[in-house]
C-alpha cells in the first residue's frame, strides 16, 4: 500500500503534531504549520490526531495510488484534482487505483494537508513523524518529498474501516467541516497577538506602529520564519539578551529592526528581543498566509488568549463528535 | 542554596512561561536552573509539555487546554497560566532541599590547527600567542554546559579563558564541518552539524554529539562539564568512532 510521487511540487514534506520533548537536546519541535486544517485531515479519515500527514506548500505536487484508497484534503485551496476532476476539500473522499492526485496553484491559502487512512508508514523518530530537514532525521528520509519517491501508508484501522466503508458505499459526502471558525485563508489577516517578553523596552512609537501600520510578508520567509517588511521598530535603549527559549509565534527583533514571526522549524533558544507573541488560536491562519500578503496586529490580553485557544479546542472536540455522528448514520 | 523568595515568571505566549532564576551567567543560578528543570521533570503537572534550561532562565512549555481541563494536582481553579504559576511556585519552594549536584565530565578530543582548524594561527596572532600556548589555555578549563540550542546538540559553554577571547570571523563561513571547535568573543562550543557561521574555527572532534538513533540524541545535556584534550592527526583517525581522550 503505497503512493508514488510523480511530482514533489515546491515543498512537501511528512508532519505531525510536533517533535516536543527534546528541546533541551536543541532538537526543533517542527511539525504542521497549520495543525488545525492538519489534525482535522485526520480526523476525517479515522485517524488518530497527531499522525503524520503531507504538508503541501503552494503548488505542483502529484501523486499516485497503488490501491484504493481514503483520504482528505484540508488547509488551503490549492485546487485539488482527482484524474482531472476536482476534489472537495475538507471531507473524507476515496481514490480508486491508479488515480492521479494533482495539487494546483494555491487560490486560497498556502499550505494544504494531505491525510490518508492508515496513517504513513515511516519511523517514529524521537516521537515524532515530522520531518526535521536540516538535522536530515523524521519525514520521509528526512528530507523533503521528490520525484519517484514511494512512500508506504499503513494498516486501516477499524475506525478507518468504517470511514471507508460507508464512502465507498455513498461516495463523497455532501457535507464538509465548516473551517472558516478555526482558520482564516484571506490574503490580507489580522493577527491576534499578546505583549513579548521585551515589550516594555520597546519605544512608544515602536508599540503604535506595530498594532496601526501593516507587516508585509517576504518572500524570504519559510517554515522557519515569516521575514516581514515594514516600519523597523526599535528598543528605548539597548539591553542585554541572553539566548533563552522562544516558541512558535514569537515575534523577535534582530538588530535592523525588521520582525520576524518564528514559525514550526524555529530554533529552540533565541536571543533577540521578542516584542510580540502570536496567539495559539490564529497560528493556523497566519501559516496559511502566502509570500506579499499583508498582515495587521491586534493586541489582546493573555487571558483572551487563553480563552480563545480553549475556545478552538472545544470547536475541534465538537467537529469531532460531528463526524463520528455523520459516519454511524 | 538560596531560594528565588519569589519567582520572576515572564509569559512566553498563551502556551508557554520563561522563570527567571537571575541574571547573568553564573554556575550557582544555573544550578537553581537545573534544580527546577529536575523538580518538574519528576513532577510534571498535567497539560506540562517540557522545559528548556538556557543560562538563567526555565522555558515551560504546557498545554493550556489540558490545565483548563484538569483539576489534578493544581490548589487553584484560576486560568490555566494562575494554576501554572501557582503549581511552580510551590515546587520551587522545594529548590533548596536539593543536593548541589556535579554534573557528568566529558572528555572531548580535539585535533587542533592544520586543515581542521584552520582560524587557529588567527587567535594566536591576535592575542600574540604562539599556537601551544593557544592550545594549552583552551585544554586547562572545565567548561560548563549552560544548555544545549542553536543546532541539536550543541553545547553553549562557560569557561573560556579571556586570554583568547576572539571575535568573530567579519565574513561568516556559508558551511562548516560537523566536529568543528570554535571560539566567538567570549564563547567556545562545537558545531554537532554541518551549518554556517561565524565563529574561530580552532580543531575539530571525531566525538559525535548528536546521535539521533540514541536516547537521550545528545552527547551533552545542561550541567554537565566538558575538557578539552588534544590529539593528534594518527588517534584522530583511529579514534573516529572512540569516545574518549585514552
Keep these: 500500500m503505497s503512493v508514488n510521487v510523480l511530482n514533489a511540487g515546491l515543498l512537501t514534506t511528512v508532519q505531525d503534531i510536533g517533535r516536543t520533548g527534546s528541546q533541551k537536546f536543541g532538537v526543533l519541535v517542527s511539525g504542521a504549520m497549520d495543525s488545525y486544517s492538519m489534525r482535522i485531515a485526520n480526523l476525517l479519515v479515522g485517524n488518530a490526531e497527531r499522525e503524520g500527514v503531507l504538508e503541501i506548500t503552494l503548488f505542483g505536487t502529484k501523486l499516485q495510488f497503488e490501491e484504493d484508497t481514503l483520504i482528505a484534503i484540508t488547509g488551503g485551496d490549492l485546487q485539488t484534482t482527482i484524474d482531472g476532476i476536482p476534489v472537495a476539500n475538507w471531507r473524507p473522499v476515496l481514490v480508486k487505483k491508479g488515480a492521479v492526485l494533482k495539487f494546483g496553484f494555491a487560490i486560497e491559502g498556502c499550505r494544504a494537508y494531505l491525510a490518508i487512512a492508515g496513517g504513513l508508514d515511516i519511523p517514529v523518530v524521537m516521537d515524532s513523524k515530522s520531518t526535521y530537514m536540516v538535522a536530515g532525521i523524521g519525514g520521509f528520509k528526512g528530507r523533503a518529498l521528490q520525484q519517484n519517491d514511494q512512500l508506504s501508508f499503513g494498516k486501516m484501522t477499524e475506525s478507518n474501516e468504517k470511514v471507508f466503508k460507508l464512502i465507498e458505499r455513498e461516495g463523497t459526502p455532501d457535507w464538509a467541516v465548516p473551517h472558516h471558525p478555526l482558520i482564516s485563508l484571506e490574503s490580507t489577516q489580522t493577527v491576534r497577538i499578546i505583549e513579548g517578553t521585551e515589550y516594555k523596552h520597546f519605544d512608544e512609537a515602536s508599540k503604535q506602529l506595530l498594532v496601526h501600520e501593516p507587516y508585509v510578508v517576504t518572500p524570504q520567509s519559510n517554515r522557519m520564519g515569516l521575514r516581514l517588511e515594514g516600519q523597523a521598530l526599535s528598543l528605548t535603549e539597548k539591553i542585554e539578551m541572553l539566548s533563552e527559549g522562544v516558541t512558535f509565534g514569537t515575534i523577535q527583533l534582530p538588530p535592523n529592526g525588521k520582525p520576524i514571526i518564528l514559525m514550526a522549524d524555529r530554533q529552540t533558544a533565541g536571543g533577540y528581543p521578542k516584542i510580540g507573541q502570536v496567539i495559539t488560536a490564529d497560528l493556523g491562519s497566519l501559516s496559511q498566509v502566502k509570500p506579499n500578503a499583508k498582515l495587521y496586529f491586534k493586541l489582546i490580553t493573555h487571558a483572551e488568549a487563553e480563552r480563545e485557544l480553549i475556545a478552538k479546542e472545544e470547536l475541534i472536540n465538537q467537529i469531532k463528535i460531528g463526524i463520528q455522528h455523520k459516519l454511524h448514520y | ?246
Design chain 2, 1 to 246: 542554596m538560596t531560594v528565588p523568595k519569589s519567582l520572576d515568571i515572564k509569559v512566553l505566549g498563551d502556551s508557554a512561561i520563561i522563570i527567571q532564576l537571575g541574571e547573568g551567567i553564573h554556575p550557582s543560578i544555573h544550578q537553581q536552573v537545573k534544580n527546577l528543570s529536575y523538580l518538574l521533570e519528576e513532577y510534571p503537572f498535567d497539560g506540562f509539555i517540557e522545559s528548556v534550561p538556557a543560562y538563567n532562565s526555565l522555558a515551560v512549555y504546557y498545554s493550556p487546554y489540558v490545565v483548563h481541563q484538569s483539576k489534578n494536582g493544581f490548589q487553584l481553579d484560576g486560568t490555566p497560566l494562575e494554576k501554572v504559576t501557582d503549581y511552580i511556585q510551590t515546587l520551587a519552594a522545594q529548590i533548596s532541599e536539593l543536593p548541589v549536584t556535579e554534573g557528568r565530565l566529558v572528555e572531548i578530543p580535539v585535533l587542533y590547527g592544520g586543515e581542521f582548524g584552520p582560524d587557529l594561527h588567527i587567535v594566536a596572532e591576535t592575542h600574540g600567542m604562539t599556537i601551544e600556548e593557544v592550545i594549552e589555555i583552551h585544554t586547562t578549563p572545565e567548561y560548563l554546559v549552560y544548555m544545549i540550542g542553536f543546532a541539536p546538540g550543541f553545547p553553549f559553554l562557560g569557561g573560556l579563558d579571556e586570554r583568547i577571547a576572539t571575535p568573530r570571523k567579519l565574513t561568516p563561513r556559508t558551511s562548516i564541518p560537523p566536529g568543528s571547535v570554535g571560539i566567538a568573543g567570549k564563547q567556545t562550543g562545537v558545531y554537532p552539524l554541518e551549518t554556517p557561521g561565524g565563529w574561530q574555527i580552532i580543531g575539530r572532534t571525531p566525538t559525535d554529539l548528536f546521535m539521533p538513533d540514541m536516547s537521550p540524541p545528545s552527547l551533552l545535556q545542561s550541567g554537565d562539564k566538558i575538557k578539552f584534550c588534544p590529539m593528534t592527526q594518527e588517534e584522530y583517525d583511529a579514534q573516529k568512532k572512540v569516545k574518549t581522550c585514552q
